[in-house]
């Protein structure tokens, strides 16, 4: 089976950064996806990891470490518009379906004055 | 960029109402489409892949004579659902990537979404 775990809430202050972590298993792994999501719209995409390590694009960045099943993204200099839910999302290698998404409970994230 | 439009974007309906909802991929063509629906605070959930021309495939515990989905097109498919009761309201969204290759880092994405309340 499936199954990818995030925190359900988080808070922060404007101006902070902030981790927001995934674990995973899955059957097979093909690549993690991350996705911001405000209330009442649909996700837009963030990042994608397939290898280990980080990759960084401006005030986002997220990492991948495979044996660990394990995966985070960071936000910095957290501006209010951050505040949404950030959703991991796992491309198994066995679907059937080659880009089929499995995604994690969502973290919601709060970020204040 | 590749952009994937949904419409309508709110219906609400009595109960018994069959509602459709379309799904456009607009500057690229996607023979395979997904999707979702997502309860309030929750997470999405996959429904169904969409496949063109050929029958859709659909999740554990999706009933597929209630979720219809029609895939007559490169860039449209449709979800109806049929005989709707409050139990379906929900946020119904879906998602074509224009690279579906299994390796490929393009990602999915997302129509805008349809909010549908059955009253």
């Known amino acids: 089976g499936q199954n990818i775990d995030q925190p359900t809430e988080m808070t922060a202050t404007e101006g902070a950064i902030v981790q927001i972590n995934c674990t995973y298993q899955?059957?097979?792994?093909?690549?993690l996806f991350w996705y911001q999501q405000h209330a009442g719209e649909a996700p837009t995409f963030l990042s994608y990891?397939?290898?280990?390590g980080l990759e960084e694009k401006g005030r986002f960045s997220s990492f991948l470490s495979r044996s660990k099943g394990y995966s985070y993204l960071l936000l910095k200099e957290l501006q209010m518009k951050d505040s949404a839910s950030y959703l991991c999302a796992v491309r198994p290698s066995n679907t059937g379906t080659a880009s089929k998404l499995t995604f994690g409970t969502g973290t919601r994230l709060q970020v204040t004055l | 960029g590749a952009v994937v439009s949904q419409h309508p974007s709110w219906v609400i309906c009595k109960s018994g109402t069959s509602v459709k909802i379309e799904c456009r991929s607009l500057d690229f063509q996607a023979t395979t489409m997904f999707w979702y629906r997502q309860f309030p605070k929750q997470s999405l959930m996959l429904m169904a892949t969409?496949?063109?021309?050929?029958?859709?495939?659909?999740e554990q515990g999706v009933e597929k004579d209630k979720f219809l989905i029609n895939h007559a097109s490169l860039t449209l498919s449709t979800l109806t659902v049929t005989s709707a009761h409050p139990e379906d309201s929900s946020f119904y969204i879906c998602?074509?990537?224009?690279?579906?290759?299994?390796?490929?880092?393009?990602?999915?994405?997302f129509g805008d979404g349809t909010r549908l309340s059955i009253l």
């Open positions: 899955t059957s097979g792994f093909n690549g």
């Open positions: 990891n397939v290898l280990d």
């Open positions: 969409s496949n063109e021309g050929s029958k859709a495939t659909y």
């Open positions: 998602s074509a990537s224009e690279y579906p290759d299994l390796y490929s880092n393009q990602p999915q994405h």
